[in-house]
């Protein structure tokens, strides 16, 4: 399986790879975890794959070879759509980070960005920054994010709840579990 995780920097994308990777890992499957941090912390773009088999030889997927890509951001999705397989799955976080170029109006930020991919592959979305506000700690929205994105990857949910209580910092696992639980049911 190849999983995809891309987002802007602080939204979580490290983590949530970590967490992807065990469960795998828990569930008796090799994995292999790669990171790209680019310009994370000034908001540029992360990249992560997470592959995982019977026996997994490298950690980066090729282009078109992406089982499941979850976006933490409208743009990030368009950016790396082009990993997905035919029949792969898209799971997007339904928010607007405008990039640099954006905001110094070099570029303008693509409208209609969740049509055009819906067009391409199956996209499944969340507001993951609403649903974690609505929690009280906005820095949980990769915890929603997954949540949809578990059911795509598979495993039962008590797995995925059993390794984020172990991942995430002790004083959050109450409310990562209930912004993953609304991912989940999402």
């Known amino acids: ?37 680019g310009m994370a912390q000034r908001g540029g773009s992360v990249v992560t794959f997470v592959r ?10 090729e282009e078109g070879e992406v089982d499941v890509l979850i ?21 997007v976080n339904d928010c607007r980070i405008e990039p640099m170029t954006v905001v110094i109006g070099a570029a303008e930020y693509p409208e209609g960005i969740l049509e055009a991919l819906s067009a391409e592959h199956t996209v499944r979305t969340v507001d993951g920054s ?7 700690n906005s820095r949980v929205l990769n915890s929603v994010v997954l949540g949809l994105a578990a059911r795509e990857i598979g495993f039962e949910k008590d797995a995925w709840l059993s390794v984020l209580r172990e991942t995430v910092p002790p004083k959050t696992v109450a409310v990562n579990e209930a912004a993953f639980n609304a991912g989940y049911g999402a």
């Open 52 to 61: 995982y088999g019977e026996r997994v030889y490298e950690p980066v997927v």
């Open 71 to 91: 976006a933490f951001e409208r743009l990030e999705a368009l950016r790396y759509a082009h990993f997905l397989k035919k029949d792969g799955t898209l799971i």
């Open 130 to 136: 609403a649903v974690a506000r609505s929690l009280g």
């Open 1 to 37: 399986m190849n999983i995809m995780v891309v987002g802007v920097g602080g939204q979580g994308t490290l983590l949530t790879s970590r967490i992807i990777g065990r469960t795998a890992l828990a569930q008796g499957f090799d994995v292999k975890l790669s990171e790209v941090h």
